[in-house]
């Protein structure tokens, strides 16, 4: 806990660090600007059809959730919904806010067509979502109605806690109009989104760049004039970008190493939000590694610490579990004490477990086969970090490699167990720990093909509680145990950074979309 | 016979020992050898030559300058020294470029030597093949092919092989259809020797110089095709030092440390020099009418 | 010649048909597939995705899947990339011309440089500017283009900041800024095909001189210029235009690299991307109109070299 406090305290010391000048004096927000934002890729902007964050950020400025995730801690906040019930542990029940309107002056809603975001569409919006998502899904739905023109009612077969907190659930269905998908059909309603939220989609050219403008009638005051989004397909030139003035904001820092030489730049404010989770995870099944022994050995050859503190620090944590620091309920320090660094050791399990090196060619070898490790990777900076690790292996005599892969290879060897050893990536915080582990998840995203009957029935029973008490006591013990059978070896969780001008006042990194105008924040350019 | 066989050598000997003066009189030709025989050395001697271990991480000291202590051209991300790394990257490099030119030369010469001997549909298929492949853009198919096999040293050699077959087809089948009418090989089918015999024993032979000959211009093309697919990240993988490998990785660094990204593309850049200083050597020495036009 | 051009289309029917059967092939073996990259992502809605597999036949055995694919092609329908849920058609023709005119001012580049250069050295042989030409194609040559365009970059967008590093001018940007934007990556992209062009335009300028008709016309006293332009000239083109067509498909390869340093919005960027992620539908669609702009190019090379060459006459 002590750890998300600072975190906190961190966070707020770098907003009020945006918000206070070199004076001291706190500035009042200024008019007008367009907000130059870098992005990947951006091919299509119906916010249910995408998983990438570029889109997602354009979407999360044309459209409005029902909640958005606060600023400060990772819980749900108001947007559209004003407030949120729960009679029982299946019924959520949201009161939303009047007087919110579609955008006008389109081919849909022409000028002064008034129309309001009722229940009717957040029933029509969570429906359509959960029929056309690939990416994701808010969890099993019974029924989604309208208790009245503002009001709306979900029920659950089984209680679903993180419904409302989880970024990549409610907080990331925007609410869209009924007609306009109708309208324009699903490949129209794509290029030219039309949602409630504080910027109007004005030109869109794919891969290239999206142009926004103010949305006159929005429920909160609006200061950007509006914001443009500067397609920028390699992360490095996005910072040389970024550095020159051609865009004010890089949204997501993917090389850690970029992070030194900007953070010595004094025009450019580093904002931390999040991150993601960062391992090295066993396929259980494949031998040698289906044999505790093997997976033990390996845990104990690597100086994680040494590798982390070259490559990732100070931009991110090791990790001990699977649970990061902004996951209350997961989130473990203490199984620090399950891990240890002793490559004399992992050499005696090895022997122990019959590897020796009987043809002295400096690898450890049984029955014939040498001991190989291949860890399966996508590109980015955790290859370094892999790549020490599998140096550290070769010197105690394991034959080890790095196979960097594109990433469509390597989600569909890890998926299908055609793996030994892999890199471990989770975003989901809340419950990425059931996707990584519950067994009837294998052969989807569990890749560790980890099969667990205790893990499962923790895990079951963390998801089917409302009692935080008891979601975070199951959620850690399933993690402990996980963890204790080396099913995974934990590395570090690494910040995600939003690298942002010092023009640019009051911006919240994504997190579950971007928003520029909240009740939390309202983002402003001083000129 | 045997007295015919002596004149043929002699005269081969002294056309040779007139290629190598032609050859000579090529100033850059000589420095295009000598850059290369560099090259070839390091890379035969590279465990011997190289300071360090291509692979051995120093996390202490990345981004050293050239010139630092120890270290001629300074060290990469991870510390590696950069002059090591270059030297056993020349192996993969050369490496890459004579076996793949090598399986192209191969293939293509045998399809050639089909389809210019059978002719009919043989030579019909062959032909189409050939134009099939030369529609594609070069880079695009080996990127796709790349992606069927999966990143590896070996199979970056198999595809930029399998893929340049098509010059040497045409090449060979030219040739064999017009060594067809010659008598020697009217002598040979009369005396009724195997269709084999008469293409491999007979007519190969004779179209082995044209083909050695590209296939030895065809050098540098495979060894800036490979680091190209180094650079895209299709081809070979880190930590091995290829390179276009080596550039791609130096790139994200860009705004650190630029010392990183000059060195490997310079490698590449001096191959490729060299040995079209060499090729063009080599073809002046072997076109004596150009040749003569130029001295 | 209507005729020719009518035969030569046809001609390339067969061609394309082999290369969307290799390709699909090739697509259909390799590891991997876009649906696993959704699967694999924790947060997936299993059942949609499934569904997706279907709609898209993927579930189909590859035989199917190709026959239901030319099928489409021959409505003009490329299928709908798998990762951004997009007709390939329409991503396709988003970027066609910005890669054209990235060809085209490449090429531009690479003849307004190799033209002149080479004429210049075949005609004052071994004078510094024949040395000076003859440098400058074995650089052009014998550089990766890569390494080239990074160069580049670091020069005059980083050190200098003349050039802007990155992706094309906006749409209502001023033409010069257009071209500012176009500079580093032409130059990129051409250097290799200048470096081709004036080793041969040279070669064949010399070539031609020496001719006997050459000869001829100067015994009769046609002025120097007149030779060049007249004889020397036209018939040395002839094996540049070849070259010229030859080449260009190694210039569309070399867009798919230039585009992704330059982070040019082009179909070559398109197609590495689409392989990276194994975006079947996408993949095939670029890869063909490659090759597809490939075989036209040829086309026009060879009637282009008609209209040159007056000795050839296609019935």
Known sequence: M??????????????????????????????????????????????????????TNVIGLVFDPLVIIGKDGFEAKPHLAESWERPDDYTWIFHLRKGVYFQEGNAVFPKGARREVTADDVVYSINRFMNVSTAFTIGEVDE???????????????????????????????????????????????????????????SFAPDQSVVLERNPDYWLPVYLDGVEFVVIPDPTVQTMALTAGEVDVVPYIFNVDAM???????????????????????NVTTPPFDEFAVRDAISKAVDIDAAFNAVVAPHGERAYGQCPPWVPHGYDPSLKEIWKYDPKEAVEILNAAGFRDTNGDGILDRNGQPLKVEIKTTPGSQIRVLTILATQLRQIGIDASVLQQDVAVWADDVINGNTGVFFDLSFAGATGLHSLFHSSVIGMTNGH??????????????????????????????????????????????????????????????????????????????? | MSRDMSREEKTARSELAHLVKVFLRHRLGVVGLVMLSCFVLAAVFAPVVAPYDPLEMDLLNPFAPPGSPGHLLG??????????????????????????????????????????????????????????????????????????????????????????????????????????????????????????????????????????????????????????????????QPPWPEWGAMVSEAKDFMLIDSNMIIWPGMCVFLVVLSFNFVGDAVRDALDPRLAKQLH | MTGYIVRRLLTTIPVLLGITFIVFAMVSLAPGDAISLMLGSETANVANVERLRRELGLDLPWYEQYLRYMKGLLTGDMGRSITYKRPVVDMIRERFNNTLILAASSTLFALVISLPLGIAAAYQRRSWIDYGASTLAMLGVSLPSFYLGLLLIIVFGLNLGWLPIRGMASRSASLGTYIRHLILPSVTLGSGLAGILTRL????????????????????????????????????????????????????????????????PGVGMLAVNAVKQRDIPLIQGTTLVFALGFVLVTLVVDILYV????????E
Request: aromatic letters at 8%; charged letters at 15%.
């Open chain 1, 2 to 55: 002590s750890r998300r406090l600072l975190l906190a305290v961190v966070a707020t010391l770098l907003v009020s660090l945006v918000a206070l000048p070199a004076t001291g004096v706190m500035q009042s927000p200024q008019k007008g600007g367009i907000l130059r934002i870098a992005a990947t890729t951006i091919q299509q902007l119906d916010p249910y059809k995408t998983a990438a964050n570029d889109e």
């Open chain 1, 144 to 202: 989604v109605k309208a208790l009245d023109r503002y009001t709306v009612q979900i029920t659950t077969p089984v209680p679903n806690p993180f419904l409302v907190d989880d970024p990549n659930r409610l907080a990331s269905v925007g609410i869209v109009p009924k007609e306009a998908v109708e309208k324009l059909g699903e490949d129209g309603f794509a290029m030219n989104p039309i949602g409630s939220g504080p910027f109007i989609l004005k």
């Open chain 1, 260 to 282: 030194a030489t900007l953070s010595r730049n004094p025009r450019l404010q580093m904002l931390s939000r999040g991150g993601s989770y960062r391992g090295i995870g066993f």
């Open chain 1, 449 to 527: 093909y980890y099969s667990n009957p205790e893990v499962d029935s923790l895990l079951d029973q963390a998801l089917s509680t409302t009692d935080p008490e008891a979601i975070a006591s199951n959620w850690k013990q399933a993690q402990r145990k996980i963890m204790e059978d080396r099913a995974a070896l934990p590395l570090y969780f690494e910040w995600a950074y939003a690298i942002v001008s010092d023009k640019v006042h009051d911006f919240v990194p994504a997190w579950g979309g971007l928003h520029l105008v909240s009740l939390e924040n309202n983002v402003w350019l001083s000129r």
């Open chain 2, 75 to 236: 060290t990469d991300n991870y510390g590696r020294d950069i002059l090591s790394r270059l030297i056993h990257g020349s192996r993969i490099s050369l490496l890459i470029g004579i076996v793949a030119v090598t399986i192209a030369a191969v293939l293509g010469s045998c399809l050639g030597l089909l389809a210019g001997y059978y002719g009919g549909w043989v030579d019909a298929l062959v032909m189409r093949l050939v134009e099939v492949f030369y529609a594609f853009p070069f880079l695009i198919l080996v990127i796709g092919v790349m992606a069927v096999l999966g990143p590896s040293i070996y199979n970056v050699m198999i595809v930029l092989g399998v893929v340049s077959w098509p010059l040497y087809a045409r090449l060979v089948r030219a040739q064999v259809m017009a060594l067809k009418s010659e008598d020697f090989v009217k002598a040979a089918t009369a005396m009724g020797l195997s269709d084999a015999r008469i293409m491999f024993r007979h007519i190969l032979p004779n179209v082995l110089t044209p083909v050695i000959v590209s296939a030895t211009l065809g050098i540098p093309g495979a060894i800036l095709s490979s680091a190209a697919l180094g650079f895209l990240g299709f081809g070979v």
């Open chain 3, 201 to 264: 335009t040279r070669s064949s300028v010399l070539e031609a001189l020496s001719q006997d008709y050459v000869r001829t016309a100067r015994a009769k006293g046609v002025g120097e210029r007149k030779v060049l332009y007249k004889h020397a000239l036209r018939n040395a083109l002839l094996p540049v235009t070849t070259t010229f067509g030859l080449q260009f498909g190694g210039l569309l390869g070399g867009a798919a690299i230039i585009e992704t340093i330059f982070s040019w």
């Open chain 3, 307 to 314: 209209a040159i060459d007056p000795r050839i006459r296609y």
